[in-house]
């Protein structure tokens, strides 16, 4: 994208607020940028309600069943204690829902990385469905339970949790960075007061400079020009080092800029 034009630097910063609905009463919580179960571990602090804490709690428990090998492998604890086993819900082959309860050593080493089809359409004013595509990359040999059960039968998620949760990262980083000074096009993805995650986060389809953040993650806020003038763009990479994917985000528009507010609709030259 040739109208990038350069990244914001974070400033940790206390909010004393709720980054999501903007609530100042009642109790309000440290937020982590990158979550903890990604080994984030910078926060914004008393940035966050209990009701939205429980939304972003709800897109970020998809990192269990996706990144469990990866954070094992990683040695990234999370909140809670670690089990000894891992639960597979899927569909097998001959179409039947099940779950299971097997061994880290079991499911071998897998790196699941999710793949949001084309970049955010209102970066490409093109028309996108919500396509949703996993790859799998063997770390080691193949598992036990790869030979048993074809790898699709136990990976059972959609698109939506993890695109908030994507969402979630760029919109916590931009507050780090921007406090009070843009408008956030995300809130009602994260929010769950809409579903539709294609305006707005996408998979990257050219480089961009690594951004900050945890060893495994790293994210990033840029100011685009061109046509974009005014456009924040969120960018977040996941296990570069094992080949992961990089998203971008339409995050928002600086205060002041001459772009509309986009929710739903998309970017005019």
């Known amino acids: 994208m040739s109208d ?6 974070r400033d940790r910063r206390s909010i004393d607020r709720c980054i999501y609905c903007g609530a ?17 571990t910078a926060r914004l602090v008393r940035a966050s309600c209990k009701d939205c804490q429980t939304k972003t709690a709800r897109a970020e428990s998809v990192l269990g069943p996706l990144m469990e090998p990866l954070r094992r492998l990683a040695g990234i604890e999370g909140k ?7 639960r597979l819900k899927g ?29 955010p359409r209102l970066l490409t004013k093109r028309n996108r469905t919500e396509t949703f595509d996993i790859d ?16 699709g039968s136990f990976m059972n998620i959609g698109p939506l949790p993890f695109a908030r ?3 979630k990262i760029c919109h916590a980083q931009a507050h780090a960075s921007l406090g009070n ?17 294609p305006d707005f986060v996408g998979s990257s389809i050219e480089p961009l400079p690594i951004g900050e953040g945890s060893p495994f993650v790293s994210v990033s806020i840029y100011r685009m020009s061109g046509r974009h003038q005014g456009l924040l763009l969120g960018r977040v990479c996941l296990f570069q080092d094992l080949g992961g994917p990089t998203y971008d985000v339409a995050l928002g ?3 002041g800029s001459q772009i509309q507010s986009l929710q739903g609709q998309s970017v005019e030259d």
Not at 4 to 9: G, K, N
Not at 81 to 86: G, Y
Not at 96 to 119: C, K, M, N, T
Not at 144 to 149: A, F, Q, T
């Open 4 to 9: 990038v034009v350069a990244a914001i630097p």
């Open 24 to 40: 100042t009463d009642g109790q309000l919580t440290d937020e982590h940028i990158i979550p903890e179960a990604l080994g984030g």
């Open 80 to 86: 809670k204690k670690r089990k000894s086993t891992v």
């Open 91 to 119: 569909i097998d082959p001959a179409g039947r829902h099940y779950s299971q309860d097997v061994s880290p050593d079991e499911i071998g080493l897998l790196a699941v990385f999710p793949q949001l089809g084309e970049p």
């Open 136 to 151: 799998f990359i063997p770390l080691f040999n193949p598992s036990k339970l790869g030979r048993k059960h074809s790898v």
């Open 165 to 167: 949760m994507i969402a």
């Open 181 to 197: 000074t843009f408008e956030s096009f995300l809130t009602p993805l994260i929010r769950e007061s809409d579903d539709y995650w």
């Open 253 to 255: 528009r600086e205060l």
